[in-house]
């Protein structure tokens, strides 16, 4: 008889974060329930408090995670072998623009919970601004501003770059009751809503 391996704390941790992410972005903060998360993860609802801590602290653990997981993708898109071969920017970014849309696509939960919270002004929004947006932005200036040396994109700020990404990346997926009817099933792949945000972001 085989024996089942009983889940570690990191295991535990990452089942109580997916379950976060999901929670969170179904109800908002003010919404979210501790009871609900702490089943939706299979675990206790004390666990939560020793394995990430109050319910703020939860909150930040999940956005953590939803950026880090985000992240992992877009690395590989750019690359971060410093060996490696430097590619054409263009396709770089291109790249780029797949990745996002696709992880947008298997995983709604980080736009969902950002819309929500970008609703009000909150020290929730503060700190998402300083942890997570702004250095994301200040990466993807990076990026950009190769593109712009290529003499290709829009002639537009990285940050409005950013603000199309964000908002049109999740549009097929978070609004498809909507979406679909309009532009028809075929047009809302992410494979295919991933190429016209392509055209549009760098021709």
């Known amino acids: 008889m085989t024996r089942q391996r009983r889940p570690g704390s990191a295991d ?14 179904e ?14 993860a299979g675990v206790f609802q004390a666990q939560l408090g020793y394995h990430v801590g109050n319910k703020d602290e ?5 956005l953590d995670h939803l950026f880090a997981r985000l ?10 072998d410093p060996d490696r071969a430097v590619v054409d920017p263009v396709e770089a970014f291109a790249d780029i623009i797949r990745q996002h849309v696709g992880h947008t696509a298997r995983h709604p939960e ?21 942890h997570h947006v702004r250095p994301t932005l200040a990466a993807l200036e990076l990026v950009w501003a190769d593109v712009r040396a290529a003499g290709r994109g829009r002639d537009v700020p990285a940050d409005e770059v ?10 097929p997926f978070a609004q498809a009751g909507i979406m679909r009817p309009v532009l028809g099933a075929e047009r809302c792949t992410p494979e295919r809503h991933a190429e016209s945000m392509i055209a549009w972001i760098l021709r």
């Open 12 to 25: 535990v941790r990452v089942a109580i974060l997916d379950a976060a992410a999901v929670e969170f972005s």
């Open 71 to 80: 992240r992992a993708h877009l690395d590989a898109a750019v690359g971060t």
């Open 162 to 171: 950013f603000m199309m990404m964000v908002g049109l990346a999740p549009l």
């Open 27 to 40: 109800h908002g903060f003010e919404g979210a329930s501790t009871r609900r998360i702490a089943d939706r």
């Open 58 to 62: 939860l909150w930040r653990a999940t």
């Open 110 to 130: 980080l736009s969902r919970i950002m819309l929500m919270e970008s609703a009000t002004a909150s020290a929730r929004v503060d700190w998402l601004l300083q």
